[in-house]
């Protein structure tokens, strides 16, 4: 359940910049991988070596974490789809390389974030 969630988005040729809002007043019950879906536009699938095709982008969040999450979440855009996964750190100095699960929120997170993504 959202408190607030808002987006906006911006093309130019072949290229989508997307920035957005979300803030939770509860998770609900899903399990597995925290994402955002429904982008204006389906992510160019530029590589084949990996689906990880948007601009990765930096994020503010506030409250709303569990365990050892440290700054920054990152975002990607998922190449053929209209998806943002969001990945973090798992120890002080880690690689931005574990996706961010439904166990790693609570039910107040909140984000803020842009994208930079091609379209075919």
């Not at 855009?77 to 998806?83: F, V, Y």
Request: hydrophobic share 30%; with cysteine.
């Amino acid at each position: 359940t959202y408190t607030t969630r808002s987006g906006s988005y911006v093309k130019i040729g072949k290229l989508v910049f997307v920035d957005g809002d979300i803030q939770l007043s509860s998770k609900g019950s899903n399990t597995g991988n925290v994402k955002i879906e429904g982008l204006p536009f389906t992510i160019y699938d530029r590589t084949g070596g990996t689906s990880l095709d948007g601009g990765a982008s930096l994020c503010a969040f506030q409250g709303g974490t569990n365990g050892n999450i440290y700054n920054p979440i990152g975002l990607t855009g998922t190449g053929g789809t209209t998806d943002i996964q969001m990945y973090i750190a798992t120890s002080s100095g880690a690689n931005i390389s574990s996706n961010l699960t439904n166990t790693k929120i609570t039910d107040s997170f909140s984000i803020r974030f842009s994208l930079t993504y091609r379209i075919a």
